[in-house]
């Protein structure tokens, strides 16, 4: 019966990993560090790509936009939240889940 509880315990504590800075893309699974490459190979193509950018002003006060990543929307499925990828200078650098597939 230990055994059991144990193998649980194990199980909750790698699901909670996986909601934070992971995820599971079919059998292989992904997480914050991997690179865009990884994540395409192993996800597929996202459904959306949305450019992330700051807003920098200089001494002057002149306002310039840099574009620092990009944030993909992965669609994982029906009745499943898909998942918004940030990807920052070619690595993953955040994982959450967005809308829920309808």
């Known amino acids: 019966m ?10 909750l504590l790698s699901t909670s990993v996986l909601a934070e800075g992971a995820m ?4 292989s699974i ?5 690179t865009k490459s990884e994540m395409l ?3 597929g193509t996202p459904i959306s790509s949305d450019v992330k950018t700051t ?3 200089n001494e002057n006060g002149s306002k310039s936009v840099i574009q620092t990543g990009e944030i993909f929307t992965m669609d994982m499925g029906k009745d499943k939240f898909m998942a918004l990828v940030t ?5 993953i650098t955040h ?5 829920r597939h309808e």
């Not at 992904?30 to 991997?34: L, N, Q, Y």
């Not at 994982?95 to 809308?99: F, H, K, L, Q």
């Open 41 to 43: 190979m192993k996800c």
């Open 87 to 91: 990807v920052e200078n070619g690595v």
């Open 24 to 27: 599971r893309c079919g059998s």
């Open 2 to 11: 230990k055994k059991i509880g144990l193998l649980l315990v194990g199980v």
């Open 55 to 57: 807003v920098t002003k």
């Open 95 to 99: 994982i959450e889940d967005g809308p």
């Open 30 to 34: 992904i997480s914050v560090g991997d």
